[in-house]
């Protein structure tokens, strides 16, 4: 079994755990976070981020993936996800055995699929993108590296969803719609024209409250 560690001790965390251990191909060895909460579900606290180094060295090579949730921008995600680019990690996609990803699909590195999510043909999933619990990508649907697709959301065939960007939970992006980098929609949204600029958007339609 490879090697993986969690980054990241929180709520998110516990559930990307259980996504692991149901796929049954990692060997766990510990989580990183800023601050030491015990034991995360059964596996030992490691340190911070700093410890990772060492880590990677001991159980060469070593996967890990991303847990922190993802309430606002992706920003900080891919923030720290620049940082540990430098050490000998491996950043594996992480697809729950329980989600449906059909042929044809594109997958980058450190993306996680959670449970129950579909993802249809022709769809490609950018870099560090979370497909969260439920959600559906149709076909021919493109998220950008650092997307957050939030539980119950639906994005409708051919859009394409900016960096950074977030779906908010049960929001509706329809078919075609092309949303800019570094724009929030809201739970519950609809999306039905195209999104051209950053910023927070709620209601249905949804409209542009603000800058994020």
Not at 94 to 113: K, L, Q, W
Request: aromatic share 4%; with cysteine; net charge neutral.
């Amino acid at each position: 079994m490879d090697a993986i560690a969690l980054i990241g001790g929180g709520d998110h965390a516990r559930v990307v755990l259980s996504i692991l251990k149901k796929l049954n191909r990692f060997r766990l060895v510990g989580y990183t976070d800023m601050k030491n909460t015990g034991s995360l579900s059964g596996i030992a606290y490691l340190g911070n981020d700093d410890r990772l180094s060492a880590a990677a060295v001991e159980n060469e090579p070593l996967s890990a993936v991303l847990a922190l949730g993802q309430t606002g921008l992706g920003t900080q995600r891919w923030k720290l996800w620049s940082h540990l680019a430098g050490l000998r990690l491996l950043f594996p996609a992480v697809v729950s055995p329980d989600a449906i990803v059909n042929e044809g699909v594109a997958v980058g590195e450190a993306v996680v699929v959670m449970d129950g999510a579909v993802i249809n043909c022709g769809a490609a999933i950018g870099r560090g993108a979370i497909v969260n619990t439920n959600s559906t990508i149709e076909h021919d649907v493109s998220l950008a590296d650092w997307v957050h697709v939030a539980p119950g959301a639906t994005i409708c065939g051919g859009s394409r969803i900016g960096r950074f960007s977030m779906v908010g939970a049960g929001a509706t992006v329809i078919q075609g719609i092309k949303v800019a980098e570094g724009c929030l929609i809201g739970a519950g949204a609809t999306v039905v024209k195209d999104l051209n600029e950053a910023g927070v958007y709620a209601g249905c339609p949804a409209i542009r409250l603000r800058k994020v």
